[in-house]
């Protein structure tokens, strides 16, 4: 069964860089699938941030894709998050999907969460 | 950008009735293709949300068929029939034609 776990930081430093990585076990992610990241805030509820497919092509939120990158590690069967100049306004639990909207299908599968602060 | 809009935003239930949640689009969410949409999400307590509902009707794997979807356009409907004890959570309904947006969330509590 395909599970998504997120791991990084809990505290990063305000105008540093947050990072994640979100592993992918029971299923590869060079399949036909996108993989993405939502975080859930109790400023702004959820909130989509971006998407990879596995060939590469991006889709980011408008609102953020200046300060993001999200990437993909093929051999390591997983996936990242960079945002950078971070504020205390993206403290939030962050959640990597995977993202079967193009599919018609949703955000079917989501990690556990992983919280991060932004504070000094 | 589309903005989804809930309510009621608390909903208390008693075990065995039906419970409904709307959520509303700025803009329809019917596509050229006959689609719409429209998904709808449960988050239960202390666990990441999980998809119950694509395309406003469609029930994902495993959802019960107590859960269905309906609606067209800007007005949506989640109907949750004999509601049980594991059903609390809060449900999200999110738009997927633009940029997705998620509805402010509705809290279902047992009375």
């Known amino acids: 069964q395909l599970q998504l776990q997120e791991s990084g930081p809990g505290l990063v430093k305000p105008s540093e860089t947050l990072s994640l990585n979100c592993a992918v076990s029971g299923g590869s992610i060079d399949s036909s699938s996108y993989w993405g990241w939502v975080r859930q805030s109790a400023g702004k509820g959820l909130e989509w941030i971006g998407s990879?497919?596995?060939?590469?092509?991006?889709y980011y939120s408008p609102s953020l894709e200046s300060r993001l990158v999200v990437s993909l590690d093929l051999s390591k069967n997983q996936f990242s998050l960079k945002l950078n100049s971070v504020t205390a306004a993206d403290t939030a639990v962050y959640y990597c999907?995977?993202?079967?909207?193009?599919?018609?299908?949703?955000?079917?599968?989501w990690g556990q969460g992983t919280l991060v602060t932004v504070s000094s | 950008d589309i903005v989804v809009t809930q309510s009621p935003l608390s909903l208390p239930v008693t075990p065995g009735e039906s419970a409904s949640i709307s959520c509303r689009s700025s803009?329809?969410?019917?596509?050229?293709?006959?689609?719409?949409?429209l998904d709808w999400y449960v988050q239960k307590p202390g666990q990441p949300p999980q998809l119950l509902i694509y395309l406003g009707s469609t029930r994902a794997s495993g959802v019960p068929d107590r859960f269905s979807g309906s609606g067209s356009g800007t007005d949506f409907t989640l109907k949750i029939s004999r509601v049980e004890a594991a059903d609390v959570g809060v449900y999200y309904c999110?738009?997927?034609?633009?940029?997705?947006?998620f509805g402010q969330g509705t809290r279902l509590e047992i009375k």
């Open positions: 803009q329809s969410l019917l596509h050229s293709n006959g689609n719409n949409y």
């Open positions: 999907v995977r993202d079967m909207r193009f599919f018609d299908r949703g955000f079917d599968k």
């Open positions: 990879i497919h596995y060939s590469g092509s991006t």
């Open positions: 999110m738009q997927a034609l633009q940029t997705p947006a």
